[in-house]
């Protein structure tokens, strides 16, 4: 089926399986930022925004983008760049392969929440799994960076 | 030091945190075949017929194969040194499958669709044999999960197939049951721990493709990029040198890519088809067809004077190796080596037991290894000990726990899988970790408990823990540090950076020797062509061994340069001070730059690349040590309980990046509370696994353990670099013995099976009630 | 879930019609679509149907069946309505990028046993209207599904002034639930609803009688009613719990969410 996504600002167009979804499309087409982890919607590292929320692209089919924009960690490049530094300066970058979604995850949250305390944040950012830091190092990057003007 | 001992920041996280491509799924060949594994749906059967016609007439399916298409060659699939303390017992594919998830078929096709469309078109008839689903069944059980006659050991470790045996292991130091006898209080229980799952955010991922020089280039998320070479190499029979592995990026590997997975596939697809090929794990298959942790019973005897002098310790141990028996011995080894020594005035130590095949999902290596489930049982013991002897536990842990400038028999008895080696404690700050932990926590307002309200009571726990640096005499890492025009480094290591940062912090050792920057050394790991042998990411290893390797590659560049720089400026080496950045002769205004030595020495005189290669064997294993200390509040109406507060000390002599070390250990303490409150392994009667996906099987989310406190002992380990001692394993061991001391003062009953869930905590106040 | 062909119908009718076809079936969110082992001929999209708008008025709350869990969540008036109750039960629903996908209509045409969301829902008396069949209660709906194939159009709550009350036991944040309680109070009146037994959620019919003839309520009036709560509704065990331990678990929960919205502004 002919798919027309706004990618980071560009219109793409692909043919998808009705069945397909926008993790695999994405992947095929070289957004290698988009991981895959699980098979059931369980560990976030798939998250792109759409329309500029948070979505698990493994649990969206293709077809349902049609018409709408999705946005990769390419796109937000200067704010995981302060992203990324806090997580350094914490050394919560670790393996690093849940980090593209849950940067998305992230930006996305502060777009949308203010002033949360560190149980709004946990709650938002829970879907978002990691088996490297514990979280607790993680937690105080996203906390600076949420103060980050 | 300007390097050594800062927070320098990760050299790759912007990188990766921006999604630049890095992993080996990322890395495949975009036109690479998809390659795709039938497994089989029988914990225990026989192949009678297999029929691949369909599946190989359907359009798009280049390749199909089955054990028909392999030599019977057995290997393990371990990841070890060779020879390896593990049984030759896994063929590529067999006509016999020994587990619910064991490769049956491999298919290889243009798309995943078509592979996985191929799948269900092999037809397969199986001879259903007896399966053994519980260990402690499988000792001489009349199922015999492995009697071909081709697998061996590759030197004595126990292997009696025939009995249901992977490895054995007997060792007695002085007369326990003579102490025994002599001791005024004894305390035994039994013990159980459960199969947890690495649960690396990356599945297991391998692609294959020719070279135009027609030689097999391998990718694979690995953590032994060299063990993987051979072994691929052995079961395949493809000469070494035909062969290259390459490591890229990992996502996360805590010992279960330290294995071979998807590699033998990918290899014998291309040999194959000649075309690039792929193989990504789903989570299903990490869950059910990779490793796990060994499931163990531990069954502990302590006895002790009434003073609370702790005279004999005894340790039997069955570990469920699963259906293949990839590090049986080393495993169940270590759940005697790194618990025993931590109480080293006993008169008498045994420990001793069996790991046995059966038709689950096989054991392997897993952070902690041997090590937590040893802990779990020796330091629930303890407390249930003082318990009896009515002792405080702290004070009878610090009578009779090791100090420094001490040593345990046990070290020179007990190696991984072989003799131990003989070592003093140069560095143990585990009376001072102890003292600061109960600071910290607040133990003596706390302990033991405190009723908060009606249904709430609060409490604490704690425990002690050691591991080691590497395995003596035979972990080995490397280093190459070469030096680039402008004067800036590239350091090359086999150590392979599966996450926890190896990279930043080789680069933070080279930088310290060679008195410059972390952004002046450019790090490359891993790659079977072009780094130097690393015998891997395991065993606690890369900071004491491989970093050792660097530091004195490292020195050894450094004389180097002061060498050529004395011999540009006409002077002795003696005479050259060098800062990192300028070469200065001595007492004169006389100097040059490392830019300008570096320049003349690709473009001007005396022209010559300087490479300084090194490489380091530890000669003994200092162990990290650590005390851990838990505040949890019950719900005694539900048996829920929270993790109030975790409190780490840890002794790993310098911290090379104190920020990546305390994350170390931060991270292995949320993963090891996984294995002691949440993560439940569950199978059905027949065989299959039931919490075979993230749905069913719970790691802790960011909400479930907020506090954890992690504070380093000064300390200074001579024989490693800049002071350092391993730090990537401690953290998991002391988190179950924590939970279970913590809610045995709770609620008065010790639960002595892992995980300790909300329904076992109900369960045994219930239970205790009646 | 293997789907043939996919269409997103602009047409309510056509989307009835194509939905008569063999092995049709209607795509909501889609999140959870993967796990389901079976094959749809005819995959149809809700999402041309304008049914995923939250609208308000004095009586009501019209929940199209294509809003999200997200949507409700963060609604100013139907997140915040009786004590938040709603918002309480999605923010234990996997994290925020699910939520997104997630819709009311899929949660409640599902009849999942493990959801969070269904059994607030019962207890603030959710009616479901349906394209053919029209309104239907919620509670009926869990007890026995249409026998035609239909689509549910709209969740309507009709407003109410009270409190309420929303608590679940986990293993951890992003599970399911091994068992949740909720419960209401309109005036004197209680509706009292368990879910994750671990089948779908049911009302606690006779504890809600029970506490609607006691006047005034006491200590032991409430524990009373969970005893009943616990003899008249029937639990099962799975691999997030045993009979016996949910069985405990809905005594406990709803002794403590009784005394929750009974006793007024004590803690």
């Known amino acids: 089926m002919k798919t027309q996504i706004k990618i980071n600002g560009k219109i793409r167009t692909f043919e998808v399986e009705p069945d397909e979804y926008l993790v695999d499309t994405l992947r095929k087409h070289h957004y290698y930022s988009v991981k895959k982890g699980c098979d059931t919607s369980s560990c976030g590292v798939c998250t792109v925004l759409l329309d500029g929320k948070p979505i698990a692209s493994c649990s969206y089919l293709s077809v349902k983008a049609n018409g709408h924009a999705v946005t990769t960690v390419e796109a937000i490049e200067e704010e995981a760049t302060i992203l990324a530094k806090l997580f350094g300066k914490e050394g919560a970058d670790q393996c690093g392969f849940c980090n593209p979604g849950l940067a998305l995850t992230v930006y996305a949250m502060k777009k949308e929440l203010n002033n949360p305390t560190d149980e709004d944040i946990r709650t938002y950012l829970v879907g978002n799994l990691c088996r490297c830091s514990g979280y607790v190092s993680q937690h105080r990057a996203i906390k600076a960076y949420m103060e980050v003007i | 030091m300007k390097c050594v001992n800062h927070n320098t920041g990760s050299i790759d996280g912007k990188g990766l945190m921006l999604g630049r491509p890095a992993y080996t799924n990322d890395l495949a060949d975009p036109n690479a075949l998809t390659v795709k594994v039938l497994r089989s749906p029988h914990p225990h059967a026989k192949i009678l017929n297999i029929d691949t016609q369909k599946a190989l007439s359907l359009e798009g399916v280049e390749c199909v194969l089955t054990y028909k298409d392999f030599k019977r060659i057995p290997v393990t699939r371990a990841g070890q040194g060779y020879p390896e303390p593990s049984p030759h017992d896994k063929f590529v594919l067999d006509s016999v499958v020994r587990y619910v998830g064991d ?96 649960v690396m955010m990356e599945p297991h991922t391998a692609n294959a493709r020719l070279d135009f020089q027609d030689r097999l280039v391998i990718y694979s998320s690995t953590q032994t990029p060299f063990h993987a070479r051979r072994i691929v190499s052995q079961a395949l029979e493809i000469p070494m040198s035909k062969i290259r592995v390459i490591k890229p990026r990992i996502g996360g590997g805590f010992g279960g890519k330290q294995c071979l997975h998807g590699e033998f596939f990918v290899a014998a697809v291309t040999m194959k088809t000649k075309k690039p090929c792929k193989l990504v794990y789903t989570r299903k298959e990490v869950f059910e067809s990779s490793y796990s942790r060994h499931p163990m019973r531990i069954d502990v005897t302590l006895g002790s004077t009434k003073e609370g002098e702790l005279k004999a310790l005894d340790v039997h141990v069955l570990s469920d190796t699963g259906a293949y028996g990839e590090h049986a011995l080393t495993v169940f080894m270590v759940a005697g080596a790194k618990t025993l020594p931590l109480y080293n005035k006993v008169e008498a130590v045994r420990f001793g037991g069996r790991v046995v095949y059966t038709n689950h999902t096989p054991g392997g290596a897993f952070r902690g290894y041997g090590a937590i489930q040893g802990n779990f049982a020796v330091e629930s013991a303890v407390d249930q000990l003082c318990e009896k002897l009515g002792v405080d536990p702290i004070e009878f842990r610090k009578t009779n726990m090791i100090a420094e400038g001490e040593t345990s028999p046990v070290f020179a008895k007990m190696g991984e899988g072989t003799e131990g080696t003989a070592m003093n404690m140069d560095s143990c700050k585990l009376d001072y970790c102890v003292d600061r932990g109960m600071e910290l926590i607040g133990w003596k307002d706390k302990y033991p408990r405190k009723s908060i309200s009606k249904t709430k009571v609060r409490s604490v726990g704690m425990c002690l823990a050691m591991q080691g640096s590497g395995i003596p005499y035979i972990d080995m890492g490397s280093a190459i540090i070469k030096l680039n025009d402008t004067g800036f480094y590239n350091l090359m290591v086999g150590a392979t950076d599966i996450g926890q940062g190896s990279d930043t912090i080789l680069a933070q050792i080279a930088a310290e020797s060679l008195k410059t920057t972390v952004d002046k050394v450019i790090v490359y790991s891993s790659d079977s062509d072009l780094t130097p042998f690393d015998t891997g990411a395991y065993a606690s290893s890369t900071t004491y061994v491989s970093g050792n390797a660097v530091k004195k590659a490292a020195d050894q560049m450094l004389e180097m340069i002061v060498e050529e720089g004395a011999k540009a400026l006409g002077v002795r080496p003696e005479d050259i001070h060098f800062d990192g950045v300028i070469l200065k002769v001595n007492d004169t205004d006389t100097s040059m730059t490392l830019e300008s030595l570096s320049n003349r020495l690709f473009y001007n005189e005396d022209q010559k690349q300087l490479v300084a290669a090194n490489s380091y064997v530890g000669t003994k294993s200092p162990p990290p040590f650590m005390a851990g200390f838990a505040e949890v509040e019950v719900d005694i109406e539900t048996g829920e309980f929270k993790v109030l507060d975790y409190v780490a000390v840890v002794d790993c002599g310098t911290t090379i990046n104190p920020s990546l070390a305390k994350v170390q250990v931060e991270g292995g303490i949320l993963q090891g509370l996984g294995m002691a409150m949440f993560e439940e392994v569950i199978y059905n009667k027949n065989g299959s696994l039931i919490t075979n996906n993230l749905m069913n099987y719970k790691i802790p989310t960011r909400k479930e353990v907020t506090n954890i406190h992690v504070e380093f002992a000064d300390s200074y380990e001579a024989s490693g670099p800049y002071g350092a001692k391993s730090v990537g394993e401690i953290g998991i061991d002391t988190p179950p013995a924590v939970i279970a001391n913590a809610i045995y003062n709770a609620i008065g009953v010790r639960i002595n099976s892992l995980p300790i869930t909300s329904e076992k905590v109900w369960a045994a106040i219930h239970n205790k009630e009646k | ?266 803690n």
Request: net charge negative.
């Open chain 2, 103 to 198: 490769d049956v078929a491999v298919v290889a096709a243009e798309t995943e669709a078509i592979a996985t469309r191929a799948l269900e078109l092999i037809r397969v008839d199986y001879e259903i044999l007896e399966p053994v689903l519980d260990f402690e069944k499988a000792y001489e059980n009349e199922s015999i999960i492995h009697p071909e006659p081709e697998i061996h050991e590759m030197f004595p470790i126990g292997f009696e197939p025939e009995k249901n045996v992977a490895a054995a292991y007997h060792m007695e130091i002085g007369s326990v049951e003579a102490v025994m006898d002599q001791c005024d209080v004894t305390a035994t229980s039994s013990y159980y721990t459960q199969a947890q799952a690495h």
């Open chain 3, 1 to 266: 879930m293997k789907i043939k062909t996919y269409t997103m119908p602009t047409d309510l009718e056509e989307a009835y019609q194509l939905l008569q076809e063999k092995d049709a079936g209607i795509i909501a969110g889609g999140a959870w679509l993967k796990l389901l082992p079976k094959t749809l001929t005819q995959g149809i999209d809700l999402s041309g149907l304008k049914l995923d708008t939250i609208n308000e008025t004095e009586e009501n709350y019209t929940i199209g069946s294509m809003v999200t869990l997200r949507q409700i969540e963060t609604h100013t008036s139907l997140g915040t309505y009786m004590d938040g109750v709603l918002q309480e039960a999605i923010s234990h629903i996997m994290g925020v990028p699910i939520r997104n996908i997630a819709t009311i209509g899929g949660t409640v045409a599902g009849r999942f046993g493990f959801s969070d969301l269904l059994t607030p829902l019962l207890a603030l008396k959710a009616n479901l209207v349906f394209y053919k069949k029209g309104q239907v209660t919620l509670e009926s709906y869990l007890k026995e599904a249409l026998k035609e194939k239909d689509i549910l159009l709209q969740i309507i709550i009709k407003k109410e002034y009270g409190k309420a009350h929303y608590t679940t036991v986990k293993k951890t944040a992003n599970d399911f639930p091994i068992l949740n309680v909720s419960i209401t109070k309109i005036g004197t009146h209680f509706r009292v609803a368990v879910g994750a037994r671990p089948s779908a959620a049911v009302l606690a019919t006779k504890t809600m009688a029970y506490l609607n003839e006691n006047k005034t309520l006491s200590d032991d009036i409430i524990e009373k009613a969970a005893k009943i709560a616990v003899e008249e509704i029937s639990f099962g065990s799975n691999a997030r719990g045993s009979k016996a331990y949910r069985t405990q678990l809905c005594k406990v929960l709803v002794e403590r969410g009784i005394k929750e919205v009974a006793y007024e502004n004590t």
